[in-house]
Every structure is written in C-alpha cells, then in structure tokens.
C-alpha cells in the first residue's frame, strides 16, 4: 500500500472514532436503556411473540452502540438474560449464579450442601470409618445426584439448572434439630421453589420436602407429580470388593407390604408396578434410603443395577420415581446411616429386611434365636472373638441331644455291620432284590432306622446356614479384630499372595485353614461310624474320597468370606467331636446296644414304629412285584 492509501485509512479510521465518541449515550440514556431492558424481560414471560420483539430491539441498539465498551457489556448482558428468560421463563433469574457450599454436623453426621440444585453432595458418618481408616462417606459429590424434574410455564425444567439461595437454622438446644432451607425465586419473592432439610442430633434418619410456594400451575402442568431422579455410585468402604458388590443392591417396599430387591452384582432393571414406598440404595452395611409419606407411584418407578469393574466404586444403582404433590408439596424421610438390625427395626416400616438373614426357617433362626443371644453377649462388653466362641458353644449345646440322636444311630448301625457283611456275602452274586429285601428284613426285626443319623444333620442344616448368612451382615462385627484377624465381617489374611487365583483369591485365610482341618477329622470320625454299618467297598473308596474333597472344597470356597464365619464353623467342629467324644466315653455301650438290638429280634410283637411300617410297606409291594414277575415267567 502506497503512502496516499495509507493516509486514506488513518483518515477514516480517525473520522469512525470521532463519529462513534460524538454518538456515545450519555448516563441518563444508559439508564434509560436499562429501564427499557428490564420492562422487555418482564413481559417476555407473558408472551412468545414480545421475546421476539426484544430480541430484534436488542439487537439493532447493539448495532448502533458498536465500539462503546460499557454499552456493549450492558447489551451482551441483555442477550444473555434474554436466552436466560427463553429456556428457564420466570426462574431465569436463578439460573445465573456462582456455585456455593455449605456445612452443617450433627454429633453423628456431617453433610455438605451445593447451592446450584439445593442439594446434598456429601455425607460424613463421624462414628465410622473406612477399611483404611479415612472418613467414612456414604457418598461424595462425584458419585451421587438427586434431582427432580418438573413442568412450568410449558417448559421443562429441573432443579439442578437452578442456584437456591441458602438458609441454615441452627439448634438452640442440645435436643433442636438443624434445619437447611434452599429457595429458587420465579420472577418475585412470592412464588419459589424450597428445599428444606431438617437433621436431628443423635438420629439416622433425618426429614426432606420440597415445596411449590405460590406456583399452583405447577400442580397442574406436572398431574400433581414430579419427577426424582437419583442416580449414584456406590464408594469402595470395605476390605473385600467381592463380598461387598454380594451384598449391594436396590431394595424397596411396596403399597402391598412386600419388600423386594434387585439382583446383586450384575445389570439389572425392574419397573415397580406397585406403589412405592421407599427406595434404598442399600450397602453391605449402610444404606441411604428415601421414604415417601404418600408413596411413588405405581408404573413409574423405574430401579436399574449396573455392575461395575471400577476398584473406586462398588456398583451403580439409579432410581427414578413419580413423586405426588400434596398441597403443592412433597413429605420424605432420608435414612442416611449404618444397616444395624435393632436400629432398622425400631422404624417399623421393613427397613431391617434389608439385612441378609436368610430366607423362610433361616431367617427366622437368626431373628429369634442368634441375634437375642448375640445382643445379650454383646452387652457384656466382652471381645467379639469371645462371643463368637461362646455362641458357638451355646447353640452346640442345644443341639447337643440331635447330636446324641445321630451318634446313637450310627453306633447301631456300627454293631449292625457283621450281619450286613453276610446278607452281602450270601447274596453278593445272588438277586440284588433279595439282598436289599433281606437287608429292610434285619432292620425292621432288629428296629434300626437306617435313616435315622440324617433327621438330626437336617435339623442342623437351617442353625448351620442361618450363621452363613449372619456373620458378614452382622454390622457390630465390622472392624472388629481378634487374634490376627483384624475385621471379623471380612477375610482374614496370614498371608498375602501377591496375585489371584480364580475362585481363591489373592490370600490364605487363616480361619479358614483351620476350618478345614478340623473338617478332616470331623469328617474322619463320622465316616468311621457310617462305614461301621455295611457299606460296601466301592461306597467305602466314596466316603474316604469325600473325607479329602469337603474340606478342600470348603477351604477354597470360604476363603474370603467373613472371618467370623470361618471361625464359627471351626469352633463347631471342635465342640462336635468333643461332643461325640464325651457321649462315646460315658453314654454310648455298643455291647448293651447290641444286646438290646437281639432283644428285639426275638419280640416281634412290639409296637412298630414309622420306619418300621414303612418298610413292611416296601416289603409287601417288592414281594407283589416279584410275584408278578414270577406269574409272567409260568406264563
């Protein structure tokens, strides 16, 4: 460019700022403008064809304003709030803002509020705390998000768009609840929407509404409903992550009474077609828990599982609801707090169904015999080992006369063996059905119920299984140690392996070692009385092949699960054969028993029993079988 284009330019680049500082508006036209704005906003909500007008208008004093920095920023501003009032309507005044936290603690709890949604984004348990000794919480502002949607001036709209203005009412008292009160303003002060938490000071469970203040046309755009939406990750607490997504899961109550959950571990999605009471996010040993006081309703509520692979996060799980409005409101509970079976109980609304007990008969010896005694243990103050120990001999002790039944048994069928070895002997290459005929005709003459050593192992079955499911849902056992177990509600550890063997894992439980081998000897002993009582030698090679596999199985299978368990079962196979032991030593004489047995042989007239009509049953329809057979072959 040559010096006369040059000079050209600075000409008319000097003549556009002279002309754009001769045309900038003075202060009292500034706040005229903005006068003029904020009458457009205010009408834009009342009519779609206005938010157009304001926009064009807008746009051509933007054009003639160009190169005023003050009037630019004022104008830009003006857009913004116009989009602001075209997405959010009424509420666009509170849905600009700077995010803000606030804290409030309980003795118990500690939460922190976000001012952006009004929502809750952390819960502290002060009394707890993590496998690794951090702080105890149920969840974090990454993992969890509660919102609700609803319809307002035909628009979509949710919490979470909005930031609540905050207001926190302190206890005056020692008793006096903390109350946190979030507001969002529609357009003035007397229509908004209000959160309002209220937390009391030794309490779990704590108070949660949402209210619609002057907005009816939210009740009926919304058919007198709003939409929850409450998704979250559960945090990674305990020492094992096997046992914890087993035990992770949804859980709800239904209109009809009955409380169901989703499949642990794995995807899952269930549509509740039942009104709903309450929804909990439920852990291995604490829950968070939202309880309606009208119910969610029916169709609506949509619960979904998802497994994750993640060492951080345990499971997700999400739950979406139709929350009913009543008088332009919504009344719930919050459970923010430890799955404790006594404090579950006392809310009298099937919470503690959560708590694995085992289903039917199991769970009913766990509600009415093991945790009454553990409790009344528990109050000694003694160490939680020591309970163990001593339930465990407890209960042996009252199934001590089962255990006398089937030792008793077994030493009959013990004396039994010569006379079952000849029946074999004499028919070992005769008719099978003699032989077994032969066999019923011994037992029912001498009164040996063959079957009678597995009534007494089935009555145990339901004591056996109901502390499998007890002791890794025994919340008092968390964290407790004993010997060198330093968590009695998870594996305990003698050595760490450093990688992991499928379906073992990545340790050696010592609890359970010592499990298995007393399983061996357990197994040894109950396998000599059972061979005593003619077994062939194939079945013999099954029952010694079996002594060597249970025990391994077991020390594979129970490797990590709670070390209470491994200790439970342990200590019951050692009171057994101290059991048998006394009752061989000082109850059991096999002369007297054999003796007793004869006596019988010659008393045919004695009364028979159940077994014994059941085998003149099977005798009378073999016998007719084989008489049939023989008419076919005279045929």
């Known amino acids: 460019m040559d010096k006369r284009g040059i000079t050209g330019l600075l000409l008319i680049m000097a003549i556009l700022f002279a002309w754009q500082y001769m045309n900038q508006p003075s202060p009292e036209e500034l706040a005229e403008m903005q006068a003029k704005q904020q009458q457009e906003i205010e009408m834009v909500s009342d009519s779609e064809q206005a938010k157009d007008e304001i926009s064009l208008a807008n746009t051509d004093v933007q054009i003639q304003n160009f190169g005023s920095d003050s009037a630019s920023l004022i104008l830009i501003d003006s857009l913004e709030n116009v989009a602001l009032v ?79 203005e905050s207001e926190v009412i302190e206890p005056i008292g020692a008793t006096d609840s903390t109350v946190v009160i979030y507001r969002a303003y529609a357009g003035s002060k007397a229509k908004y929407i209000e959160q309002r938490y209220t937390f009391f000071p030794d309490e779990y469970m704590s108070k949660y509404t949402i209210n619609f203040v002057g907005m009816n046309d939210v009740v009926a755009e919304n058919n007198n409903s709003i939409l929850l939406d409450w998704n979250m990750r559960i945090l990674n607490k305990e020492k094992g992550m096997d046992l914890q997504r087993q035990k992770t899961t949804l859980f709800f109550r239904t209109s009809d009474g009955d409380t169901d959950y989703l499949s642990e571990g794995r995807d899952d999605e269930e549509i509740v077609e039942l009104n709903t009471q309450w929804v909990s996010f439920k852990q291995q040993f604490f829950s968070v828990v939202l309880i309606s006081n009208n119910s969610f309703k029916a169709n609506s509520t949509v619960l979904t599982t998802t497994a994750l692979k993640s060492t951080d996060y345990v499971a997700g799980l999400s739950a979406k609801m139709d929350a009913e409005l009543n008088n332009g409101g919504i009344a719930m509970d919050l459970y923010l707090g430890p799955n404790g079976y006594s404090m579950l109980k006392e809310y009298d609304i099937d919470l503690d169904k959560q708590i694995d007990l085992g289903w039917g008969i199991f769970g009913w010896v766990n509600r009415f015999l093991v945790i009454p005694v553990f409790n009344v243990l528990d109050g000694t103050g003694i160490s939680y080992g020591i309970i163990i120990l001593i339930l465990t001999v407890f209960i042996k002790l009252l199934l001590s006369p089962i255990t006398y039944k089937t030792y008793l048994s077994s030493a009959k069928m013990k004396v039994l063996k010569p006379e079952i070895e000849e029946i074999n002997s004499k028919f070992k290459d005769g008719d099978k059905m003699k032989k077994q005929q032969a066999t019923m005709d011994l037992y029912k003459q001498t009164g040996v119920n ?138 059991i004489n096999e002369d007297k028993i054999l003796a007793k047995l004869q006596a019988n042989k010659s008393n045919p007239k004695k009364k028979k029993g159940m077994f014994a009509k059941q085998l003149d049953k099977m005798t009378e329809a073999q016998s007719e079988t084989q008489n049939r057979q023989a008419r076919r072959r005279n045929k």
């Open 86 to 164: 075209s997405k959010f309507g009424s509420f666009a005044s509170s849905a600009n803002g700077t995010e803000e936290y606030t804290t409030i603690s309980t003795p118990i709890i500690t939460t922190v509020f976000s001012n952006k949604g009004g929502r809750m984004v952390s819960v502290e348990l002060n009394d707890y705390h993590t496998y690794d000794s951090l702080p105890l919480l149920l969840f974090t502002e990454d993992s969890t998000f509660l919102d609700f949607n609803f319809n307002f001036e035909n628009r979509a709209l949710k919490a979470s768009d909005f930031y609540f």
């Open 450 to 587: 063959p079957m009678a050593g597995c009534i007494p192992m089935l009555i145990q079955m339901p004591i056996l299984y109901a502390m499998f499911r007890f002791f890794p849902a025994a919340l008092e056992l968390r964290q407790k140690g004993f010997l060198w177990a330093d968590d009695l509600s998870a594996y305990d550890s003698i050595y760490d392996l450093g990688f992991a063997i499928p379906f073992y894992g990545d340790h050696i439980s010592g609890f359970t070692i010592l499990m298995a081998i007393s399983m061996v000897f357990y197994t040894r002993n109950n396998s000599q009385m059972s061979m005593g009582g003619g077994m062939g030698g194939a079945q013999e090679q099954q029952m010694k092949i079996m002594m060597w596999m249970m025990p391994v199985m077991m020390a594979v299978f129970l490797n990590s699960f709670a070390a209470g368990l491994t200790l439970y079962y342990f200590t019951a196979n050692m009171v057994t054969m101290a059991q048998q032991f006394v009752i061989k030593k000082f109850f």
